[in-house]
């Protein structure tokens, strides 16, 4: 197999916004003649399947919970990085860059860790916006602390349940464009395999978990949104549905799986 992460030319703080520039964009008025699977539903696929709905695509999301609420996102509790420099204390974009690719032993991709931190800033507007209910300073201004070694404070956190609150804001929006007709949602369908049409994954196949139905569904894009697979260790503090079923089944499938060890 041939690796290829396709990450964009250009120099480190221009390719994201260089290849989303040049992009070929879709017509607003085309975008519901597109159809999209995401599965999964915490807090990446949740946003996923909300966003595109609100650009206008035709979403349906799949997941195996009962509630989009059940994803272990809901466990999340220290906070959410952000290069707002709030505090004045010498943050920037380029720092959060630096300190995520120091936490993770030089080894995670520098372009898209340089894409991370410099969308984090609009992510907390985003989330606010969506009215996620972020710690504030007394004069109502939004709070931060220091977290997990950063010598900056740039979490912006919800006292001990950030990510349960996250994630009920993306479940807001969710049921926003399910209210508006451009989101379907399948809740306890488990994704049992992806269907590949000429290298890409183009429709997935599904096991209603209360009938037993088996059945097939098409898109032009499939999204995996399945989270991490930390229960084939013995110990873990993930859910227990934080399983490899999508993964393992995208594999067999082609996709490329390396680093397993990074959860
Ligand atoms: C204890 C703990 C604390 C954490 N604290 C923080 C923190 O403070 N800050 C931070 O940034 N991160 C934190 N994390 C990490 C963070 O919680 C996760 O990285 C993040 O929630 C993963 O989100 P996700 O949307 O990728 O997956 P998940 O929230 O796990 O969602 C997976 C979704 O996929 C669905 N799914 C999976 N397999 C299938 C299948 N075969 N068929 C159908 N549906 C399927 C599930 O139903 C679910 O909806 C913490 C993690 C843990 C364990």
Redesign the pocket.
Same mark, same amino acid.
């Given at each position: 197999m041939k690796l290829d992460a396709r990450i964009p030319a250009g120099p480190l703080d221009e390719k994201w916004r260089r290849h989303q520039f040049e992009m070929k964009l879709v017509n607003p008025a085309n975008k519901r003649k597109h159809r999209v699977i995401v599965?999964? &539903? #915490?807090?990446?696929?949740?946003s996923a399947a909300a966003t595109m709905g609100e650009l206008g695509y035709e979403v349906d999301s799949?997941?195996?919970?009962d509630s989009?609420r059940?994803?272990?996102?809901?466990?999340?509790?220290?906070?959410?990085?952000a290069a707002k420099n709030y505090q004045n204390d010498g943050d920037s974009v380029f720092r959060l860059f630096y300190d995520t690719i120091k936490g993770g032993d030089f080894r995670s991709r520098e372009a898209n860790v340089y894409r991370l931190a410099d969308i984090s800033v609009n992510i907390i507007d985003q989330a606010v916006a969506q009215g996620v209910p972020f710690a504030r300073e007394y004069g109502g201004l939004l709070a931060n602390r220091s977290?997990g070694g950063a010598q900056v404070s740039r979490t912006f956190?919800a006292r001990g349940q &950030? #990510?349960q609150q996250l994630?009920l804001g993306v479940y807001q929006a969710l049921e926003r464009q399910v209210r508006a007709g451009t989101v379907r949602v399948h809740n306890r369908?488990?994704?049992?395999d992806v269907i590949v049409v000429d290298g890409k994954a183009r429709g997935i196949v599904?096991r209603n978990l209360e009938s037993g139905h088996i059945r097939s569904w098409l898109a032009d894009a499939v999204v995996l949104?399945?989270?991490?697979y930390?229960n084939v260790f013995y110990l873990?503090?993930?859910?227990m549905?934080?399983?490899v079923?999508?993964?393992w089944?995208a594999y067999r499938r082609g996709a490329g799986f390396a680093n397993p060890c990074y959860t």
């Open positions: 599965v999964g &539903t #915490g807090l990446a696929g949740g799949f997941f195996f919970h989009p059940r994803a272990h996102s809901i466990a999340a509790q220290g906070g959410i990085n977290f956190y &950030t #990510g994630l369908h488990e994704m049992l599904t949104g399945t989270g991490g930390m873990s503090t993930n859910a549905k934080s399983n079923t999508a993964s089944r």
